[in-house]
Nanobody, 119 residues
Framework: QVQLVESGGGLVQAGGSLRLSCAASGSIFSSNAMGWYRQAPGKQRELVATITSGGTTNYADSVKGRFTISRDNALNTVYLQMNSLKPEDTAVYYC?????????????WGQGTQVTVSS
C-alpha cells in the first residue's frame, strides 16, 4: 500500500507563487510516475503535470511555462512550483502515483490540497 500526503496549498493573489509537495510512503517501487492533477468546482479532474522516475516531464498546455514539476527520488517526494498564478488555477490539487508491477498498474491518490488564486 502507498500513502501520499500533500502540502503547500493556500490562498495567493494573481501573479503570485506557491509550491506544492507530495511525500509518498509505503511499498514504492523504484519505477513509477508521479504527478499532479486538479479539480475545480463543477469541472472534471484534469492533468497538470507528471514526471517519471527517470525525470521525463509532461505538462498541460495551460500551465506550460508557469509550473515546474520536479522530484526527489531519495525522498519519494514530488514538487510542483507554480508561478504567475491565475484565478483559473484555483482548484483542489491532487498528487498521483502510478506504478506497474508484474504487468499490473496501480494508481494512488493523495487527499488533495486547496489552491485559491484571488484576482
Amino acid at each position: 500500500q502507498v500513502q501520499l500526503v500533500e502540502s503547500g496549498g493556500g490562498l495567493v493573489q494573481a501573479g503570485g507563487s506557491l509550491r506544492l509537495s507530495c511525500a509518498a510512503s509505503g511499498s514504492i517501487f523504484s519505477s513509477n510516475a508521479m504527478g499532479w492533477y486538479r479539480q475545480a468546482p463543477g469541472k472534471q479532474r484534469e492533468l497538470v503535470a507528471t514526471i517519471t522516475s527517470g525525470g521525463t516531464t509532461n505538462y498541460a498546455d495551460s500551465v506550460k511555462g508557469r509550473f515546474t514539476i520536479s522530484r526527489d527520488n531519495a525522498l519519494n517526494t514530488v514538487y510542483l512550483q507554480m508561478n504567475s498564478l491565475k484565478p483559473e488555477d484555483t482548484a483542489v490539487y491532487y498528487c498521483n502515483l502510478l506504478t506497474t508491477v508484474l504487468g499490473r498498474s496501480y494508481v494512488y491518490w493523495g487527499q488533495g490540497t486547496q489552491v485559491t488564486v484571488s484576482s
